[in-house]
């Protein structure tokens, strides 16, 4: 694999927050573990991060769903649908040489919500373009407590 195609999902990944209007989820401290795989160049990540969802992000359509936050990277939810307590949306990130495209969904609850996509990181350069990484994003969240 070229080394210019560097997979740069892990810790960066974890948390662009996007809110659903109607989200049951309460406001405050949320644990999240990921678990980010890319099978075609053997590679597993495990993390777990804390991040403070704020009343505003619990209104705010869109802001829980996690997305990648690299330098440079910028990132689009589209098809966005909520039904009940479960959000199915379509995302793309590119940044100068990458981009990863696919389709996500995410259930809430008051004090837990699961996040699952499965994405294709191609490289924008011709000579690349063939070099597909296939990448599975799993993640998991539970309220644990107010902000402080």
């Known amino acids: ?6 997979i740069t999902v892990p810790f960066a990944l974890l948390m662009a927050h996007s809110a659903f209007a109607a989200a049951p989820m309460k406001p405050g401290l949320w644990e999240t573990t990921a ?3 890319m099978p075609a160049v ?4 495990n993390t ?4 403070c969802f ?10 829980l769903i996690p997305v990648l936050h690299e330098v440079g990277m910028k990132c689009e939810i589209k098809e966005y ?14 940044d100068k040489t990458t981009t990863m495209s696919g389709a ?3 259930v809430m609850k008051a004090d837990s919500y699961s996040y699952s996509a499965n994405l294709e990181q191609k490289p924008l350069d011709a000579k690349s373009a063939d070099k597909v990484v296939k990448v599975k994003e799993t993640l998991t969240g539970k309220h644990i407590g107010e902000c402080k």
């Open 1 to 6: 694999m070229n080394k210019s195609f560097a």
């Open 35 to 37: 678990v980010i795989e």
């Open 42 to 45: 053997l590679k597993k990540v």
């Open 48 to 51: 777990t991060i804390r991040s």
């Open 54 to 63: 704020t009343a505003d992000d619990i209104k705010n359509p869109q802001r």
């Open 81 to 94: 649908k909520l039904v009940g307590d479960n959000a199915s949306f379509k995302e793309t990130c590119t």
């Open 104 to 106: 996500g969904s995410m």
